[in-house]
């Protein structure tokens, strides 16, 4: 799980649906800046782990910035340019000095365990030559750590059973732009090594359908009026109170989304083969995602009738939402086993 985490986030969700799924295990967490910085992510991803009893899955620190470096310091000058940006992420909020010092405690407290001193991308690296075919890398942020890790060692492409992306605009406007969605806009150079990269399944769930899917009081109530467990009671203290202010209140599932194809792929209602691609122009359409379709003059026989580089996809269109809901619902009140090491 490559991921951009946060404190009950869509990033912990997908986590936590994957954490307890008994036909999965997850062999390792590791962290790439976007929503927030890597210390950020560090922290949220150690201390959950740590609350639910997981603490046998490794977390791995990641880069600390995107490949062409961060842009906060001239992003002004890009919004005077090209217009405000929606959403920032990590850049909204200073660096951190490490993931035990950030700008603020985090609202669960800090962990009382460490990262694994091994990088991210060594990792990524390491577990997929130690498992061939059997690893399944969820791409939920920025794929910043994943291109590093095919870039270098690009032998373990063919290696990989499949990668999911949370990402992209496919066929709809921008959250961040009005061209990009924040995690292909964050590192889009990143994005584009691993599209073109030839994994033999690369499945991407863009805001098309993760922003027309609603979490809303209706799903908090049948999680919150399970049994205690450390997920429920998580639920309770940190959702809870939102809730309780505005009834009405709702926000979407990104992420969870990506896990819940994977674990049960009859959720997925339409899945679109778009070739996907995105502009790594530094201007206006920086970031944007490119689904190109069928058309009665290019066929997805003939890849030569897309731009160079270009991979043939499976794009999530939509999904079952009750059967979506009572997944998330079951996974997220399920008591999990509790191999803290």
Request: proline share 7%.
């Given at each position: 799980?490559?991921?951009?985490?946060?404190?009950?986030?869509?990033?912990?969700?997908?986590?936590?649906?994957?954490?307890?799924?008994?036909?999965?295990?997850?062999?390792?967490?590791?962290?790439?800046?976007?929503?927030?910085?890597?210390?950020?992510?560090?922290?949220?991803?150690?201390?959950?782990?740590e609350l639910i009893g997981r603490t046998d899955v490794p977390v791995f620190m990641g880069v600390r910035e995107p490949l062409m470096g961060s842009r906060q310091p001239w992003l002004e000058a890009e919004e005077r340019i090209w217009g405000r940006s929606e959403y920032l992420g990590a850049y909204g909020r200073p660096r951190p000095e490490s993931y035990l010092k950030l700008d603020?405690?985090?609202?669960?407290?800090?962990?009382?365990?460490?990262?694994?001193?091994?990088?991210?991308?060594?990792?990524?690296?390491?577990?997929?030559?130690?498992?061939?075919?059997?690893?399944?890398?969820?791409v939920l942020g920025p794929a910043t750590n994943v291109a590093l890790a095919i870039r270098k060692n690009p032998e373990i492409v063919p290696l990989v059973k499949g990668v999911y992306y949370m990402g992209g605009a496919i066929d709809v406007p921008g959250n961040t732009s009005p061209t990009a969605e924040f995690n292909w806009w964050f590192d889009p150079e990143a994005v584009r090594i691993t599209l073109r990269a030839p994994f033999r399944e690369q499945i991407v769930v863009p805001i098309d359908i993760a922003e027309r899917v609603f979490y809303t009081k209706d799903e908090y109530s049948r999680i919150a009026a399970a049994p205690e467990t450390p997920?429920?009671?998580?639920?309770?203290?940190?959702?809870?109170?939102?809730?309780?202010?505005?009834?009405?209140a709702r926000s979407f599932v990104w992420d969870?989304?990506?896990?819940?194809?994977?674990?049960?792929?009859?959720?997925?209602?339409?899945?679109?083969?778009?070739?996907?691609?995105?502009?790594?122009?530094?201007?206006?359409?920086y970031g944007?995602?490119?689904?190109?379709?069928?058309?009665?003059?290019?066929?997805?026989?003939?890849?030569?009738d897309f731009p160079a580089g270009t991979q043939?996809?499976?794009?999530?269109?939509?999904v079952d939402r009750k059967a979506f809901w009572d997944l998330y619902v079951d996974l997220m009140t399920r008591r999990a086993n509790n191999r803290s090491r």
């Open positions: 799980v490559d991921a951009d985490m946060g404190v009950l986030n869509d990033d912990a969700v997908a986590l936590f649906m994957l954490l307890n799924s008994p036909n999965v295990e997850v062999l390792g967490v590791t962290i790439v800046p976007g929503n927030s910085w890597s210390e950020h992510g560090t922290a949220a991803a150690l201390r959950q782990l603020r405690e985090p609202a669960i407290g800090y962990p009382t365990i460490k990262p694994a001193e091994e990088h991210a991308v060594d990792f990524i690296v390491r577990a997929v030559k130690a498992h061939p075919n059997q690893v399944t890398l969820f997920i429920t009671q998580l639920f309770r203290r940190l959702h809870g109170p939102r809730f309780e202010g505005d009834p009405k969870a989304l990506t896990t819940a194809i994977f674990l049960q792929p009859a959720i997925a209602t339409r899945i679109d083969d778009r070739f996907v691609d995105v502009d790594v122009t530094y201007g206006p359409n944007r995602s490119i689904g190109y379709h069928q058309s009665r003059r290019r066929s997805f026989d003939t890849p030569a043939k996809m499976r794009v999530l269109m939509d």
